[in-house]
């Protein structure tokens, strides 16, 4: 049961979750535009060490280019009599993301080459952007195709694409004993998507506010850096201009998304599978007793594809709720506040600061002598050797040959396919006897490929 204190604890955030998505839910949020500042700046207000940064459109980034800063005032299809049968003002989904302005009455036909619906899914909108080519279209449900009966129809997008704006994003620091940091990486580019938009950029403030706490307390063993970007181009802006940092410093990211869904728990692996975050946040689902389904990195569809892209393999990983592209209300309009719950978001945080807590507790044995040790000369072997000798001390000397000073206990456990407590016997045995060391910091681990 839970005490008094975690239960008021839990009835706050739970409080500035519902806040949060109240305030959210209308912005017409995309790439850049005023909406999406508007919503970086509510999370500032609930989050004060977030600064706001921009960077200029046109802004050359690799092979990508910052875009034109898009706003939109109004958009409708009329009908001859005026009827509005699509009107964006009622639900911000039924435009294209990056609608370029139109006025103009267009034929049935041509009409028909800018609608988007989904036969399958009749009662929906889809979401539809065309951020890097000029172009206009609306969404519809495909239940309501059955309304244009017209010939003709009038289109208006009152739409704005400013190629001297800002793309604007947020970015928190925490300083912690270590310089070396972990990266939370949420985005914020999305309108009127509860699960897949406005989960993970609330999470992740509850939980940076909770690690200042951490930090407040001299207990925040690694820097801890927040960015509420736009994805894709928003983290290509950042490594563009922080390659260095992300190549010496950044231990690990933690990519902030779809963390509010009422399905399955997921696990997106980070590219090759076996780093840290991997193996505790493994550890950590069995700990809790918690089902899910676990993703490889085949199955990537947010900023991990950049972080850990080329020139960078940074482990990435996400925890979810209802991953991204595996329910079939994702990028449609049945991505609403129904979809998600506050508790699930609050579950969601608790699992993420506790994974956090659990790598910042990890200790990293290593071996103090080169090559093994005479292990007889410590009483672990008999002087007599015999062919089943080895087989009393292979266990042991597997432990000892993994204690490397970047291994932790979990992943020493996986490597040698031996029981953590096992594990932890034998370290605490070889530190003993002081063939092993236990360090607080991971040393520099050897390029693997």
């Known amino acids: 049961m839970k005490n008094f204190k975690n239960l008021k604890t839990e009835t706050k955030i739970i409080k500035l979750i519902d806040s949060l998505v109240e305030q959210l839910w209308p912005l017409n949020r995309s790439l850049t535009g005023i909406d999406t500042l508007k919503s970086i700046n509510i999370l500032k207000n609930n989050c004060p060490d977030i600064i706001i940064r921009k960077t200029r459109s046109g802004k050359k980034l690799f092979d990508w280019q910052v875009p034109p800063v898009w706003n939109v005032n109004d958009a409708y299809i009329e009908d001859r009599l005026g009827n509005k049968l699509v009107n964006w003002k009622n639900n911000n989904l039924h435009l294209y993301g990056y609608s370029i302005p139109v006025n103009k009455q267009v034929s049935k036909s041509e009409l028909l080459k800018h609608l988007s619906y989904l036969p399958d899914q009749p009662s929906s909108i889809p979401y539809v952007t065309t951020y890097y080519e000029r172009n206009w279209g609306f969404c ?17 997008i009152d739409s704005e694409l400013n190629p001297k704006g800002y793309m604007h994003y947020g970015e928190a620091y925490l300083k912690g004993s270590s310089r070396k940091e972990i990266l939370l990486s949420t985005y914020i580019c999305h309108p009127s998507m509860a699960n897949n938009e406005l989960s993970g950029p609330i999470m992740s403030i509850i939980l940076f506010n909770k690690l200042k706490k951490l930090q407040s307390e001299g207990k925040l063993k690694y820097s801890v850096r927040l960015l509420i970007i736009p994805e894709t181009i ?162 042991l000397l597997n432990v000892l040959t993994y204690c490397t000073g970047f291994l932790t206990m979990e992943e020493i456990a996986n490597q040698v396919n031996i029981d953590l407590r096992e594990v932890t016997k034998y370290v605490k045995k070889l530190e003993k006897l002081g063939l092993v060391r236990i360090n607080n910091l991971p040393s520099a681990s050897p390029k693997k490929y």
């Open 234 to 395: 928003g983290s290509i802006n950042y490594i563009h201009s922080h390659q260095s940092r992300i190549l010496h410093n950044t231990i690990f990211g933690l990519v902030i998304t779809c963390v509010g869904g009422s399905k399955s728990w997921s696990l997106l692996k980070s590219k090759f599978g076996d780093s840290s975050i991997d193996i505790l946040a493994k550890k950590m689902f069995k700990d809790k007793g918690l089902q899910y389904e676990d993703y490889s990195f085949l199955s990537r569809g947010s900023d991990e594809r950049q972080y850990s892209g080329p020139g960078f393999n940074l482990p990435c990983i996400s925890i979810m709720r209802s991953k991204y592209a595996t329910y079939p209300e994702y990028h449609t309009s049945k991505d609403d506040r129904e979809f998600i719950s506050s508790m699930a978001i609050y579950e969601s945080f608790n699992f993420y600061y506790d994974l956090l807590l659990s790598f910042f507790y990890a200790k990293y044995p290593v071996s103090v002598y080169k090559c093994e040790p005479k292990l007889s000369e410590y009483k672990l072997k008999p002087t007599l050797s015999k062919s089943n000798n080895y087989l009393t001390s292979r266990d």
């Open 140 to 156: 519809i449900k495909y239940d309501d195709l059955k309304n244009f009966t017209d010939t003709r129809y009038r289109v208006v």
